[in-house]
Nanobody, 122 residues
Framework: QVQLVESGGGLVQPGGSLRLSCVAS????????MGWFRQAPGKERESVAG????????YYADSVKGRFIISRDNAKNTVALLMNSLKPEDTAIYFC???????????????WGQGTQVTVSL
């Protein structure tokens, strides 16, 4: 089993900051990548930011470039998302996702966390 557990969501005023964290645990042989996705009411889930575990290459959605920063801690199997200059349109449930290979599998699989609510409002 592989588990992803997010933390750090909450209510913040426009212009404020929040830091999300996600820890991967369980039967992990290797991590290929981890990232953050979000889903607002009535909208499809979209990719926000991601990071390649080996080398640390990052990518961001255009809507968050320059405001969000993704980082990783390889030793702790943790990925974080620092969200600055938050806007009301950033309001969504944020999910952590990862591509992980288990010791008993020959290929990677995708895993998801349960999500954490981020609300940007006065």
């Amino acid at each position: 089993q592989v588990q992803l557990v997010e933390s750090g969501g909450g209510l913040v005023q426009p212009g404020g900051s929040l830091r999300l964290s996600c820890v991967a645990s369980g039967s992990i042989f290797s991590i290929n990548s981890m990232g953050w996705f979000r889903q607002a009411p009535g909208k499809e889930r979209e990719s926000v930011a991601g990071i390649i575990w080996s080398g640390g290459r990052t990518y961001y959605a255009d809507s968050v470039k320059g405001r969000f920063i993704i980082s990783r801690d390889n030793a702790k199997n943790t990925v974080a998302l620092l969200m600055n200059s938050l806007k009301p349109e950033d309001t969504a449930i944020y999910f952590c996702g990862a591509r992980i290979r288990r010791p008993d599998y020959s290929s990677e699989n995708a895993y998801w966390g349960q999500g954490t609510q981020v609300t940007v409002s006065l």
